[in-house]
């Protein structure tokens, strides 16, 4: 991933994003960041890049040439033909908060324009930004730190920057809370003992305690937070009544991405705040309509889990389509075998085309384009005696989590290549600490019997897709 920041103080930011664990990305080539001087890019023979605001007023403003020049610099040698986001870095912008993070850290190339003085010119943040992010309520003397800060915050999302993939989601703000406090050598400093629960090699005792440290800490420091934990745990105590019939809801709130909107005591409703799926399920129509009632006019996806709510939906939204599926998971926490005589790696926009015509679920081809880039779809390649590998079949994950575009080339069926490829993203899934999930179409007989093979637990109810 490639971090370019237009700035007066290039050295301000590459002090820190070049040391400790973005460093050492940086030296194995998974991560880039350009810091690009603005004075560069002036006109002014004395390097002068600000002047005096038009109607009057203290301080000095950043010119637009310079910073606009600056940038077109940097798409020039970007050269990937993409659009690409430009966040500006301002205490008028959303708060920057952890799911921007994972968002952002969905992009191959991200740009950052720090401001300076008194501000920017208003023409060229119109001409450019994409993004106005703000990291607090006060202010500092330039944008350097704060756009240190977010591409720190993002790079951690990167797939390979951390050692141990998981640590990147385990740690604070998952599900709304607080990391739990930790403790090393000596067992006893300065007369404080580590807890005992630490030591005694119980680990489902350990992260018993550790979870009841984590609400604790986030009630006592957090109550913002604890706020949203609350809501979202209450909506988890009522979803794994059912756990496997809602599991896109539970893994929605695990991962961080739901927006739970309400819960009452007959079914909960949120959205997946990636995608914007509603979700919702009631024990009854009243429930669901009052649930309904709470959801944008204009929602354009929902997913159910009862029939009522489906026919619900397509009355009240004036929707026409609604797909039945049946919903999956792999509960289990024992990996499955690796795939043996395949290759299995991530595959980029280069298959644009091909997973398109292939795969038509996805109608419009720039979809395809942003699921490939998002670097979530994976490729069974099987080598010819040519020596080259040959694109066989593919699988990913979709926006809201679940498993799918599962898709094998027609002469290469039924030699085990979606067992191998299903297999391959479920063990990927279970090191990230996710539950894989799927939903099937009633009427995929093969598919159904492929999860059952595979250990996935199947609904007893349907689910329903209305859009």
């Not at 000095?60 to 610099?73: C, G, K, S």
């Not at 409703?269 to 429930?287: G, H, R």
């Not at 066989?392 to 979709?398: A, S, Y």
């Not at 989590?401 to 027609?410: F, K, P």
């Amino acid at each position: 991933m490639r971090f370019h920041i237009l700035t007066l103080f290039p050295e301000m930011v590459l002090g820190c994003l070049n040391t400790s664990i973005l460093g050492r990305a940086a030296d194995r080539g998974i991560l880039e960041v350009n810091a690009v001087n603005i004075r560069d890019y002036t006109l002014d023979k004395h390097k002068k890049v600000d002047d005096y605001p038009y109607g009057g007023g203290a301080g000095m403003l950043m010119q637009a040439q310079p910073i606009f020049d600056a940038w077109q610099a940097v798409r020039k040698k970007s050269g990937s033909g993409r659009s690409m986001r430009v966040i500006y870095v301002t205490p008028q912008g959303k708060v920057f908060d952890q799911q921007m993070a994972r968002e952002f850290a969905k992009e191959e190339e991200l740009c950052f324009l720090c401001g300076h003085y008194e501000g920017v010119d208003e023409r060229v943040l119109e001409e450019i930004v994409t993004d106005f992010i703000s990291i607090g309520d006060y202010v500092l003397t330039g944008g350097e730190l704060p756009a240190a800060v977010m591409i720190d915050a993002i790079a951690r999302m990167v797939p390979g920057v951390l050692k141990n993939e998981e640590s990147g989601e385990v740690e604070s703000f998952r599900e709304n809370l607080l990391e739990y406090p930790q403790y090393t050598r000596p067992e006893v400093w300065m007369g404080r003992p580590v807890p005992r629960v630490l030591l005694s090699g119980d680990h489902a005792k350990v992260d018993a305690w550790r979870r009841e440290r984590s609400v604790e800490r986030t009630k006592e420091r957090r109550p913002d937070l604890y706020e949203r934990y609350d809501l979202s745990g209450r909506a988890m105590e009522y979803l794994k009544r059912d756990k496997v019939l809602h599991m896109d809801m539970i893994e929605d709130i695990r991962n961080g991405q739901a927006r739970v909107i309400a819960v009452r005591k007959d079914g909960v409703i949120l959205q997946d705040t990636v995608s914007k799926v509603y979700m919702v399920t009631a024990e009854n129509p009243d429930a669901g309509e009052r649930l309904l009632s709470l959801a944008d006019p204009n929602a354009e996806v929902f997913t159910c889990h009862q029939k009522f709510l489906a026919e619900s939906i397509a009355r009240r939204f004036s929707k026409k389509d609604c797909s039945e599926c049946f919903q999956v998971a792999y509960t289990k926490k024992v990996p499955l075998p690796e795939p043996e005589g395949v290759s299995v790696r991530v595959i980029g926009e280069e298959y644009t085309d091909l997973v398109h015509s292939l795969y038509p679920l996805i109608e419009k081809r720039e979809r395809v384009r942003e699921i490939l880039r998002d670097g979530i779809v994976y490729g069974a390649f099987l080598q010819k005696e040519s020596g080259a590998r040959e694109l066989v079949g593919f699988i990913g994950t979709h926006e809201e989590g679940a498993m799918g575009l599962l898709h094998v080339l027609e002469p290469y069926r039924r030699l085990g290549i979606a067992e191998k490829l299903e297999s391959f993203l479920i063990n990927r899934l279970l090191e990230q600490g996710r539950t894989p999930y799927a939903q099937i179409f009633t009427d995929n007989a093969a598919s159904l019997k492929l999860q059952e093979k595979l250990g996935l637990r199947i609904a007893g109810r349907k689910i329903y897709w209305i859009s």
